[in-house]
């Protein structure tokens, strides 16, 4: 049996977070720049049934059947084996990096899930389809997340803007203008689970409120996705700003995220926003290709930690 490799990129979600959770529409989008990477290599001296799962990045070296249940490279490599209905498959060593900054809001938990699902089914000779994969990757992504909505698995899986809704097949759709979109990191690692939890104990407590909030939303998403499909950029600059001025009510903003979406604005970006769990992690701005250099060099300025431009078409 030959090595193999997959790949998977990162995401950020353009709109929507958060209120996905609880049924309203979302657009995300890949960012083709970084990627988890899968390689699995039979085990020549290994045990018919051993896997071995080496992930330096997250001081993984160990042998599956040392790992929990709840250790979500564990469980990727078991549910494609449960998938496939392979109790003992030959003895394989799976290597797993990422260029895809861990806790973000960039999808690298996903990205690593769709990579392993993809280069174990190929090794084992059963490829599985985009809808599986994106099936079993959702399963992982609930140790991640506790309650996913489905959308990181998803966009990352296809790879192409989508726009999604829990429990629905994803849609996609016209990107009729290219445009540029700077991605800046806090620096401060936020994991999702905690942000969506919070958001859930907050909703229990006063969903009216909530729903309103997510409600509110939904229509801001569905708005963007027009505003994407016309080309109209200022359009969906203003709603960036809107939907983080909701995600700040529903107290997932930060000072450091707030800090990094004010400057942007302050520098000429179109729009900015929180993308992602938020807390931490990273706020997205569009931006057109003139002012890319002053809004980079004002980010810098305040603080962000890391910058890069992916171009969404
Ligand atoms: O933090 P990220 O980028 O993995 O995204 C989380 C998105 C949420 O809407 C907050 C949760 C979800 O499962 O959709």
Redesign the pocket.
Known sequence: MPAITASAPG???LFG??A??YGQP?IAVPVLQVAAKAIVNPWIKGVAGSVHIGAPQVGMDANLDRLSANDPLAAAVRAVLSELKIDQPPAFKLRVTSTIPLAA???S??AVSVAIVRAISAFLGSPLSDELVSALAFEV?KLH?G??????NSVITYAKPVYFIKGQPIQTFRVAQPFTLLIADTGVPSP?RV??GDVRAGWEKDSERYEAIFKSIGEIVQKARQEIERGNLEGIGKLMDDNHALLQQIDVSSPDLDRLVDAARQAGALGAKL????RG?NMITLVDEKSVDQVTAKLQAVGAKGIFKTIVQ
Do not use: R
Not at 275 to 278: D, L
């Open positions: 995401k950020v979600i977070e958060h996905v959770v979302s809001g960039l999808g938990g996903a992504e997340h309650t996913p909505s489905g959308i990181d999702t942000a969506v993308s992602g769990g938020g992690g």
